[in-house]
């Protein structure tokens, strides 16, 4: 039985402005309200990389994060779920790789991430809001464990704090920047719809031993995989 006694907790919230300029009939609150696969066309920064697994389920690769002169690769396996006004990203899911100490940690801790996005639509004002909380409780393994409690917590705080503030702050100022091409420019909104069509059609093409076959491969790399709560 794990005993976590070390806990990171760290937040962080960004704003960001979008342009006013949309062609008629075209809104912030209809680019948020995207189908979720559509997340894909999102360019991510730090050189992050996010592909659908299925459905609402997404895994995010984070670039490497310095932890006691360890480099850690963080893999995020989310789901996000979308309301009239709100966009969240939840996952209970993360496989670290590095070397063998880093990796020596999977197994031994708990995580919970969750990110909200707002918008602000209005005809003198448009901004996306994020809202970021990371809660880890971790059983450290050796050699983590000597370096006490109080160190680790001050380490895995920092550094989680600096990653989250860096990729948070990034991908909201790119919505932004993909929701001034959305708004504007009519052929890459064609372009976007289209492209999520051709791939249902292209799902749909499949034989059904070909679709079974990708089910499986999917259900096989998501098993065991808790996301929501």
Not at 82 to 110: P, R
Not at 132 to 141: L, R, Y
Request: with cysteine; proline share 4%; glycine share 4%.
């Amino acid at each position: 039985m794990m005993a976590f006694d070390t806990f990171v907790k760290v937040s962080s919230s960004y704003e960001a402005p979008c342009t006013l300029q949309a062609d008629p009939g075209i809104s912030l609150t209809q680019y948020m309200q995207l189908p979720v696969e559509q997340y894909v066309c999102i360019q991510m920064p730090l050189n992050a990389t996010l592909e659908r697994i299925q459905g609402n389920l997404f895994r995010l690769i984070v670039p490497p994060v310095r932890f006691f002169h360890l480099d850690v690769s963080p893999t995020l396996y989310c789901e996000v779920r979308q309301t009239m006004d709100t966009v969240e990203i939840i996952s209970k899911k993360c496989l670290l790789t590095g070397s063998k100490y880093i990796e020596s940690l999977n197994g031994c801790f708990n995580i919970l991430v969750k990110t909200k996005f707002r918008w602000q639509d209005y005809d003198n004002r448009r901004m996306i809001l994020s809202n970021s909380n990371i809660d880890v409780e971790v059983d450290p393994p050796v050699p983590f464990k000597f370096f006490g409690k109080r160190v680790l917590e001050a380490t895995g705080n920092l550094a989680m704090s600096i990653a989250l503030r860096q990729i948070e702050n990034a991908f909201v100022k790119s919505l932004a920047k993909d929701y001034a091409r959305w708004a504007t420019d009519k052929a890459y909104r064609i372009q976007r719809a289209n492209k999520f069509e051709s791939y249902d059609q292209s799902i749909m093409g499949k034989s059904h031993e070909e679709v079974q076959v990708a089910m499986i491969a999917d259900n096989e790399e998501i098993e065991g995989i808790e996301i929501g709560g």
